[in-house]
């Protein structure tokens, strides 16, 4: 029997997982309206506001908040410790690491993958994973590394590095990311 609290006028495929919660951990709430693929996970202690949408093959982990009207693409893996605002879009294959924060309008690209960890398996260090202010965008296959800020309206072009902080309404491109006055056509917020 399923634990969730799940609101109204959802679509779940049957071969969803909710995961029962052990111990102290609560049940993921689901907001209404909400659709949800064939061969996606949702682990306990998760909330999700109205109007979910996800891809095949999700996975929301653990200690996860995301607001209203959220995307979640095929094969995206949003891996738990995540604050994830309202309208954001995430396309297919996207990961999101724990500590990460996503404001509101913000769109991550297919493929597009944030990190937490500046020396993997190296160096015991903190983890903390990148701040997306409001109607950032973030372009396919880009990478953005731990620690950094991308600013409001900021877009980062597909394939770049960011290794650092992005001011808002810049461009970052390229292998690491430069920054660049954001062209005309790219300024105002994100309309999803």
Do not use: K, W
Request: contains cysteine; hydrophobic residues 35%; aromatic residues 2%.
């Amino acid at each position: 029997m399923i634990e969730a609290r799940i609101g109204d006028d959802c679509d779940i495929a049957r071969s969803v997982q909710i995961v029962s919660p052990d111990g102290d951990a609560a049940p993921p709430r689901i907001g209404d309206g909400a659709t949800i693929r064939s061969g996606s996970i949702i682990y306990p202690d998760v909330e999700i506001g109205t109007g979910l949408t996800t891809g095949h093959n999700t996975v929301i982990r653990e200690h996860s908040t995301l607001g209203d009207d959220v995307i979640v693409g095929t094969n995206t893996v949003i891996d738990g410790t995540c604050d994830i605002g309202s309208q954001v879009s995430m396309q297919t294959g996207v990961y999101v690491p724990p500590e990460t924060t996503i404001a509101d309008g913000v769109f991550l690209g297919p493929h597009a993958v944030l990190t937490n960890d500046p020396y993997p398996l190296r160096t015991d260090v903190s983890l903390v994973g990148p701040t997306l202010e409001s109607s950032a965008s973030i372009g396919a296959n880009a990478t953005v590394l731990p620690d950094v800020t991308v600013g409001e309206r900021a877009f980062v072009a597909a394939g770049a590095v960011v290794t650092e902080d992005v001011p808002p309404e810049t461009l970052a491109a390229g292998v690491p990311a430069e920054h660049h006055p954001l062209p005309e056509q790219l300024h105002g917020a994100n309309e999803l």
